[in-house]
């Protein structure tokens, strides 16, 4: 109940400081879950609906940024829904920001990409003492992460407009707690949305051309990661990044990070063999694109482990996320690692840059 009282208040807060272009939004969801490992099976039994509420703003082009990206749209959306098994897996009720990007625009119709992230309350979670919920394998925890990604087609009459889309949606809690093989939901939608407030688009301030520039720094992570079987030992997880950053303009960038992992995870993997804490640290190199919304960064790529010598997981791993930059230099990071489909950890850390 205070999760969603606190999804409430910043519901309400977000309507009340808005002065752009603003909408309400309401849609319906249709989907079923991916049984995407055999021990899943059982669980995708009926098909999965959900509810949406948003508010959506339209990006007036006041900061630099928002032209950079064509004048977007973004906004926060509570979410509430059954995820394909309502005995074992019960409702998911939770929040995301989300950003939408312009594909396609005319006068009324415009189809955009839509990204999302946030946290969601799961009702069934895996419980070992539980005869019935000692199935429900795919979440251990109660509070997950939320990751969406889909295109929306939207059509617009006056004060209002509809919409459909399509998108995979991704709850799990990035291995703090096993099992974790998580939820992967596809999704059809269709809403209903309605103009609350106008303002006037600003196409006539003149910004200064951007200037491509480099940046480097250190980014130093620390998290935890329980392992296999149910109620195994959970592990702490350091790492250290010596990055490169090229921004090639204000809506695009390149990463290219050092990466030394000190996972100590790696000593439940055949742990009949000993091993040191100099063996065990892996090295990998990686590589990220970089769209910068302002201050907050989203980062993705792939890196790939140039020293692995127990080979635990897959030779490539990848990172999805987001970065704060302050002006000073320093970066808060939240990026989720994993092994492909596979969540290894979740990296919270903090970096100093400079630029050249």
């Excluded at 209002?160 to 939608?189: Q, R």
């Excluded at 009949?272 to 990998?284: P, S, V, Y």
């Excluded at 690692?337 to 050249?356: L, N, P």
Aim: aromatic share 14%; net charge positive; hydrophobic share 40%.
């Amino acid at each position: 109940m205070k999760f969603l009282f606190t999804l409430v208040v910043v519901f309400v807060s977000f309507l009340s400081v808005a002065q752009e272009e603003l909408w309400f939004e309401a849609r319906v969801k249709g989907g079923y879950l991916i049984a995407h490992r055999s021990i899943m099976g059982h669980l995708a039994t009926e098909h999965s609906l959900a509810g949406e509420f948003s508010l959506v703003k339209q990006a007036g082009g006041e900061r630099f940024w928002q032209r950079a990206y064509n004048y977007p749209q973004y906004g926060a959306t509570v979410f509430f829904g059954s995820t394909g098994n309502r005995e074992l897996l019960g409702y998911q009720i939770g929040g995301q920001a989300f950003m939408r990007l312009p594909i396609l625009r005319r006068e009324k119709f415009s189809i955009w990409g839509k990204m999302g992230m946030g946290l969601t309350y799961g009702t069934k979670v895996y419980d070992a003492n539980d005869s019935l919920l000692i199935l429900s394998m795919a979440l251990g925890s109660h509070v997950n992460a939320l990751v969406s990604l889909g295109v929306d087609a939207r059509f617009e009459l006056g004060k209002h407009y509809m919409v459909a889309g399509i998108d995979m949606t991704h709850i799990s809690n990035g291995a703090t707690k096993v099992p974790n093989f998580g939820l992967n939901l596809p999704y059809i939608s269709l809403g209903y949305g309605y103009h609350l407030k106008h303002s006037e688009i600003d196409t006539c301030t003149i910004y200064p051309a951007f200037d491509p520039f480099w940046e480097f720094g250190a980014l130093g992570i620390a998290s935890l990661k329980q392992v296999n079987p149910v109620g195994g030992k959970t592990y702490p997880c350091f790492s250290l990044n010596l990055m490169a950053r090229r921004y090639f303009k204000q809506s695009a960038g390149l990463e290219i990070s050092f990466d030394i992992f000190s996972k100590q995870a790696i000593k439940a993997h055949v742990p009949e063999i000993e091993k040191t804490q100099i063996e065990m640290i892996q090295l990998g190199l990686f590589a990220g694109y970089i769209m910068p919304f302002d201050k907050m960064h989203i980062i993705m790529g792939m890196g790939y482990y140039l020293r692995d010598k127990f080979k635990p997981e897959d030779p490539f791993y990848h990172r999805i996320g987001v970065r704060y930059v302050f002006d000073n230099g320093i970066n808060l990071n939240l990026v989720l690692k994993s092994h492909y489909a596979r969540a290894d950890y979740i990296e919270y850390g903090v970096a100093y840059t400079f630029k050249k």
